[in-house]
């Protein structure tokens, strides 16, 4: 795919994307949650849980009944499942997040200055200190560097801080049950059962997004079965309750996906002039050699130490205009991990920020910058200031933040899309 400026202001979330997908992490294709503001969210609170009708409810217990024999071909006992699945209720609320479609789309320059802001920076840099000496036994027995493990981490999950609320057994019980993806989530409930009773988690710590991907890793359970580590040895594979484990267990994920140690995931380079937009593309690989004589190079002038025969491809997330990349095999191992341009972007140029490089040479083609969620707070004090009640000041702009954005935008003559960005926030700031 050619990304495009379109593609990027259209549709920067996962659901799109995943569809060329071959085995994401923890993408629940094709649906996924909103990408606004596609960090994990603070939710202090589990959403409530939307009972079911006496009909649906009915429905949902002969359905769970049913599950019992196949559970049992796939490995899950009859005790497990008596005791973690056929007491299952479900809960309705998950249902509407198979389909949503996002309400607000986001520009890419948004997307990652909310994801890759001075917060999660500072926050990686002391998670950097903090876990120093188990981040260099993981990069000795998998050859992934610390600053990649700590962006996929701080992306993920926020570095631990934001797991998802909704109780796992019960989100993937009701969509095992309800809904048009039934056969995946059947599978996955079997996996995290299988979880369960392998003592790796219990079951009253399994909390998660309303898709069942969680944890530090936000693995969703078959690649959690599939590729999680027991790091700390211990016994157990734990990546709710195990740092060690999570960290061990994400870069484990990326050798799996072909990760190469010492390799870069790519360099913000120059655009040659009159280069033919249409060679560029994640799947576009050619050989650095081919790139560099066509003029390709690094926006800082550096050499790229790569063997010429390197695979590599040129990505312009938002066309011609804007930050151009050449990429290399890593990226595409932190693509695998969500299946979407932009996460893989959020979490290269995070661990470009965690190693203390400097940050992109090449402004995104916008006259109004995104925020950060510092910024957003900031934001929605000076909203809360004027009047209006935008809920809880949490940096995650909603729809009530939202529309006191657009009355804001309104009253100071800008277009009231609603959109959160510098122009807004530099107005408010000076009181107007
Ligand atoms: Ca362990």
């Known amino acids: 795919m050619i990304p495009t400026a379109r593609l990027a202001l259209v549709a920067l979330s996962a659901a799109i994307l995943a569809a060329c997908a ?12 909103a990408p606004e503001p596609a960090a994990p969210a603070p ?3 589990a959403p409530k849980v939307v009972p ?3 009909e649906e409810l009915a429905r949902f217990r002969a359905c769970i009944a049913g599950l019992r024999a196949p559970a049992e071909a796939a490995g899950v006992t009859d005790a497990t499942f008596d005791r973690h699945a056929l007491t299952l209720t479900p809960d309705m609320g998950v249902l509407p997040l198979l389909d949503r479609q996002p309400e607000f789309t986001t520009a890419l320059w948004d997307y990652l200055a909310a994801l890759v802001d001075s917060r999660r920076i500072a926050q990686g840099k002391e998670r950097l200190a903090t876990y120093a000496p188990l981040l260099a036994e993981v990069q000795t027995r998998t050859g992934v560097d610390p600053a990649t493990v700590v962006a996929v981490w701080g992306v993920e999950s926020d570095y631990g801080q934001n797991f998802g609320q909704r109780p796992l057994l019960q989100s993937l019980g009701t969509l095992a049950c309800f809904g048009r993806r039934q056969a995946f989530f059947r599978s996955e409930l079997f996996e995290v059962l299988k979880i369960v009773q392998r003592g790796d988690v219990r079951a009253e710590d399994l909390k998660g997004s309303w898709a069942g991907a969680f944890g530090h890793t936000q693995f969703m359970p078959s690649t959690y079965n599939r590729i999680a580590v027991d790091f700390d040895g211990d016994g157990r594979r734990d990546l709710v309750g195990s740092i060690p484990d999570a960290l061990g267990s994400t870069a484990n994920y990326l050798v799996k996906s072909g990760w190469r140690t010492g390799q870069p995931w790519g360099y913000e380079v120059i655009v040659p002039a009159g280069f033919n937009t249409a060679l560029a593309g994640r799947t576009n690989r050619r ?5 560099q004589a066509m003029g390709v190079a690094r926006v800082d002038g550096g050499s790229i130490d790569l063997p010429a025969d390197t695979r590599a491809a040129m990505l312009l997330p938002t066309g011609r205009e804007g930050p151009a990349f050449l990429v290399f095999k890593n990226y595409d191992a932190i693509y695998s991990y969500n299946a979407a341009e932009s996460y893989a972007l959020a979490i290269s140029l995070l661990s470009n ?10 402004p995104w083609p916008t006259d109004d910058p995104g925020l950060g969620r510092d910024e957003r707070v900031e934001l929605q004090r000076l909203l809360t200031a004027r009047g209006y009640d935008v809920g809880a000041i949490d940096g995650v702009l909603g729809s009530a933040s939202r ?14 899309d609603g959109r959160a960005g510098q122009k807004l926030l530099r107005q408010l700031r000076e009181g107007r």
């Open 43 to 45: 939710t202090p609170t």
């Open 403 to 416: 529309e006191a954005i657009r009355k804001e935008q309104a009253r100071l003559g800008m277009a009231p």
């Open 22 to 33: 071959p085995a994401p992490v923890k993408t629940p294709p094709p649906a996924a949650p």
């Open 52 to 54: 079911a009708t006496p």
């Open 287 to 291: 050989a650095l050699s081919e790139w």
């Open 353 to 362: 920020a965690l190693r203390g490089e400097p940050g992109l040479r090449t």
